[in-house]
């Protein structure tokens, strides 16, 4: 009897052995074919409220970033919400406005998508940071979902651009160019660096520690965009597309819009004037 139940445990314990041979096994072959990294999860959610459908959970990324998913209606205000991409040491590469691809005022979920624009990281890994947008700021209204990432390898360094931001305490004549400041972005290597800046302006807001300085901006300008963008003879020419008057309003906020605009332009050393078509656009 004593034999019999020795013999037992021995086997238990060579059975125990031999599965976790076998585990360790397939994961090391999976972590072989996925080039280093396990597969990747499922889609990311939250509470019921948000479902990222891509980028899945620890997949490498590069730029751009396309974003798309579905949340409910009360995720969204004026149909969108924030997105950022923060390095590994929480330092904001990238933030843009997730839109809402149907009618937003509803309890169901809508599809969303967003597009982020980033340089190479100093960090092989970040995280995702899909905000529920909160116009109250009271902390029980807020909410977000956090997507662990992966950045590929790109070329270092980008394409270096300036955007530029507005601060009033600067400007003492008030919503004019004195108050417009550059700050540093860098972009994926581009052929058509003054178009993809202005499309990055339109997105763009400043980072947390810019606004903390007091720069602010009058975009994102939802809906509007750049149709086309040339140089000729000195000239820049910006054609946009405004269908829900984003690029419209009072006489204060359109001069700092156009402001941006044309600083963001002119960092460019062929540019020397910028012409915005259609003539109406940016008229208060």
Request: charged share 15%; glycine share 8%.
């Amino acid at each position: 009897m004593g034999y019999h139940g020795a013999y037992m445990y021995i086997s238990q314990g060579a059975l125990v052995s031999i599965v976790s041979v076998v585990l360790l096994a397939i994961a090391g072959f999976l972590l072989w074919s996925s080039g280093g990294q396990l597969p990747a999860e499922g889609p990311a959610s939250k509470d019921d409220l948000i479902v990222v459908d891509a980028p899945l959970p620890n997949v490498t990324v590069e730029s751009p970033l396309t974003i798309t998913g579905k949340a409910r209606g009360g995720w969204f205000f004026e149909a969108s919400f924030p997105v950022k991409m923060l390095d590994a040491n929480g330092n904001e590469l990238a933030i843009a406005p997730a839109q809402a691809q149907g009618e937003w005022m509803t309890s169901e979920y809508v599809p969303f998508k967003a597009q982020l624009a980033f340089g190479a990281p100093s960090t092989p890994t970040g995280t995702l940071v899909l905000e529920k947008d909160n116009p109250s700021g009271l902390p029980e209204h807020a909410n977000e979902l956090r997507i662990p990432i992966r950045f590929a390898a790109t070329e270092a360094g980008g394409t270096p651009i300036k955007l530029y931001f507005y601060n009033a305490n600067l400007d003492d004549s008030q919503c004019t160019e004195k108050g417009i400041v550059a700050v540093d972005r860098i972009i994926p290597k581009t052929e058509t660096p003054l178009k993809d800046s202005i499309e990055l302006l339109l997105l763009g807001r400043p980072t947390a520690p810019e606004a903390q300085t007091g720069l602010m901006s009058e975009f994102p300008a939802y809906g509007a965009l750049l149709k086309s963008a040339t140089i000729v003879n000195g000239v820049a020419t910006l054609t946009f597309d405004d269908p829900n008057n984003s690029l419209g309003g009072g006489s204060c906020r359109v001069s700092v819009m156009r402001a941006q605009i044309e600083a963001t332009a002119k960092q460019f050393s062929s540019v020397q004037s910028v012409r915005i078509e259609p003539e109406e656009i940016l008229q208060p």
